[in-house]
């Protein structure tokens, strides 16, 4: 009985609210008949404004705690990006702006991509020279200047993939799985070139068995720096001695070095990534070259925060169980953020 009445209560309230609508309505007809055209405009702003505010409280209460802290982490970029970076062209601005802010409940890290057809322009007996790669990445902000330096400490977490869409049956390949947890410190000095250094703790494997399994784990620390459109991203790492006998890449440093440097340029609706690395040896010299170009989509393809991604790698490290070949590739796809 007490439920039916509370419908009943429910039900008259819209009722009633209904009937002052209505009645607001026809006097505002009256008045425009009558040519009392500013009476009524001001009974319809009424009625809109009343419309308006409905619409509002209803938003407002599917807005859910997830999306506050999500909220909180876009201002706390915004606020660095209005005070750190200086660019003149409005929209190489914008779109810089939009890789640093990163305005999702979990933030891309990495560029999230998709490669349909990639080719390797070196056939080889374990696989297709042509296959499907894909990188999906994401960073978590667990805590916000906990020692008072406006840093962030987040998790991170990238996996990139590489699947044999041509082969029968169409196997995975390879995968590579990058947990991570780091702290990302801006730079006081709003006028220096250096911006923001970041420090991080990185494990990396392929998760396969036997003579397949590839893993390291390692620290590294990576600065930012803005050369007016240039950003300049080097990187040092140190290896985690891991033992003798369960290590199964012992001379992974021999291949991808101790670190590398990452050239960012964005132009307009466009970016340009060169990642370069090197051993830095004079004998048995070895490294690589990845470049990367995001630009529109022509405008039947004009998805959401997606871009046409081309990549180009050539040299050692493309992937985990590929640290010691040498890869050639090139791929055509699309890019979900950058």
Request: avoid cysteine; aromatic fraction near 18%; hydrophobic fraction near 30%.
């Amino acid at each position: 009985m007490k439920l039916l009445l509370l419908i009943a209560f429910i039900y008259s309230g819209f009722l009633y609210a209904e009937t002052i609508d209505n009645q607001l309505l026809k006097k505002a007809k009256a008045f425009e008949k009558n040519r009392n055209y500013k009476e009524a405009m001001q009974i319809y702003k009424q009625i809109a404004l009343k419309q308006y505010e409905k619409t509002e409280i209803s938003k407002s209460q599917k807005t859910t705690k997830v999306l506050k802290e999500a909220d909180k982490f876009e201002k706390i970029r915004k606020k660095f990006f209005k005070k750190h970076i200086k660019i003149q062209d409005k929209q190489t601005s914008n779109t810089l702006e939009q890789m640093i802010i990163r305005d999702f409940g979990l933030y891309p890290y990495k560029t999230n991509y998709l490669l349909p057809i990639t080719f390797d322009t070196k056939a080889k007996n374990d696989r297709k020279q042509y296959e499907t790669k894909f990188q999906f990445s994401f960073e978590k902000p667990l805590f916000y200047n906990s020692f008072g330096l406006n840093e962030t400490i987040s998790f991170g977490y990238t996996q990139k993939s590489y699947w044999q869409t041509t082969e029968d049956s169409s196997p995975f390949r390879e995968s590579n799985y990058q947990p991570e947890v780091f702290v990302t410190f801006p730079y006081g000095n709003k006028d220096s070139a250096l911006k923001a250094y970041k420090i991080s703790l990185l494990h990396e494997s392929n998760g396969q068995g036997d003579e397949k399994s590839r893993s390291w784990n390692r620290v590294y620390l990576e600065s930012y720096f803005q050369l007016t459109n240039l950003v300049f991203v080097p990187r040092i790492w140190y290896r985690i001695p891991e033992d003798e006998n369960s290590d199964d890449n012992k001379d992974i440093e021999k291949y991808l070095g101790y670190g590398d440097i990452t050239l960012i340029y964005p132009y307009k609706n466009h970016t340009f990534e060169l990642k370069l690395r090197n051993n830095l040896r004079t004998s048995n010299n070895k490294g690589s070259a990845e470049f990367n170009w995001t630009f529109p989509l022509p405008s039947f393809l004009d998805f959401a925060n997606s871009f046409g991604y081309f990549q180009v790698f050539t040299g050692y490290g493309d992937s985990l169980i590929d640290y010691d070949r040498q890869i050639n590739k090139i791929g055509f796809g699309i890019a979900f953020s950058r």
